[in-house]
C-alpha cells in the first residue's frame, strides 16, 4: 500500500506499508533549489554567509533522512492518539 504523497513542486514525501509489517518513507528533491542552506558562495571563500540553493548530495540525503524522521515522528503521534477525524 502506497499513500497519497506531499508534493511541492516536484519534491515529494510518501510512504509504504510492506504487508502492514514495515513502514517505509520516501523523499524525493527533483528540485533542491527549492531548499536552501546557509553558506557562503562556491569561489568565494571572503564572500558573507547567505542564504542559497541547496547543492551538494550529502546535504540532500540529510534532508530527505530528516524529513523522513519527521513524517513518521507525526504519523505515529497521531497513531498514539487514534484516528485524525
Avoid at 51 to 61: D, E, H, Y
Amino acid at each position: 500500500m502506497q499513500n497519497e504523497p506531499i508534493v511541492n513542486g516536484g519534491n515529494s514525501i510518501k510512504f509504504y506499508d510492506k504487508q502492514g509489517l514495515v513502514l517505509r518513507a520516501e523523499t524525493t528533491i527533483a528540485r533542491p533549489g527549492d531548499f536552501k542552506t546557509c553558506r557562503r558562495p562556491e569561489g568565494w571563500p571572503e564572500e558573507e554567509k547567505r542564504w542559497l540553493p541547496l547543492r551538494r548530495l550529502p546535504w540532500k540525503a540529510e534532508l530527505s533522512r530528516k524529513a523522513n524522521d519527521r513524517y513518521l515522528e507525526v504519523l505515529g503521534v497521531h497513531h498514539r492518539r487514534g484516528a485524525l477525524v
